[in-house]
């Protein structure tokens, strides 16, 4: 069966850092670029970024642009988003999805809360 | 960035009658390579967003066929010819034509 799995959300204060990990398994992941998108109940689905299958290229929405990076160790089937200088407005339940055709898959998600 | 715009924003239906959700972009969604990368999704709560549609008009793998998208250039829309009772959710339309890539506001339909 194909999945994508996140982990790495918790609390953390403003201005600290955290790292989210996506975990796939049953499909050639090298062949994928892979995209985070996060979910707030104010703002709804918001686009975070895009890595493509061989990491060649990487796309940010406006936002999070030289806070947020995302990288992938395809040795380990995995894709990651290291979130610097957090905010507030960066709570939010980030999802790792392919949004590929035909292979739309999302992860379960996985709740970043950015409070002191 | 390419602003996508909604409406309504909220569509109570009554079960077995159509539905529709329109979605306007900024700027055309006409990519440089021909195609047109308008995409519908639907979130539930306590679920993982799924997508319906993509490229304005493709549904995707076991998606019922009462789900319809239509349009071009800057005008879209999603249909569902009779709504169920599972097609409750919040409904995003997300273009993937522009960098960066932008979704809608959502449109939350809910049964009358």
């Known amino acids: 069966q194909v999945h994508l799995v996140e982990s790495g959300g918790g609390v953390v204060q403003p201005g600290r850092s955290l790292r989210l990990s996506c975990v796939a398994s049953?499909?050639?992941?090298?062949?994928?670029?892979f995209h985070w998108v996060r979910q707030t109940p104010g703002k709804g689905l918001e686009w975070v970024g895009i890595i493509w299958y061989d990491g060649s290229n990487k796309y940010y929405t406006d936002s999070v642009k030289g806070r947020f990076t995302i990288s992938r160790d395809n040795s380990k089937n995995t894709v990651y988003l290291q979130m610097n200088s957090l905010r507030p407005e960066d709570t939010a339940v980030y999802y790792c999805?392919?949004?590929?055709?035909?292979?739309?898959?999302w992860g379960q998600g996985t709740l970043v809360t950015v409070s002191s | 960035d390419v602003v996508m715009t909604q409406s309504p924003l909220s569509l109570p239906v009554t079960l077995g009658q159509p539905a529709s959700i329109s979605c306007r972009s900024s700027q055309s969604l006409v990519h440089n390579d021909g195609n047109t990368f308008l995409n519908w999704f639907r979130w539930r709560p306590g679920q993982s967003p799924r997508r319906l549609i993509y490229k304005v008009s493709n549904r995707d793998s076991g998606v019922p066929d009462r789900f319809s998208g239509s349009g071009s250039g800057t005008d879209f829309t999603l249909k569902i010819s009779r709504v169920e009772a599972e097609d409750v959710g919040v409904y995003y339309c997300m273009q993937g034509t522009h960098w960066p890539y932008t979704f809608g506001q959502g449109t939350n339909l809910e049964i009358k």
């Open positions: 049953g499909f050639n992941f090298g062949a994928f670029g």
């Open positions: 999805a392919t949004l590929n055709t035909p292979l739309d898959l």
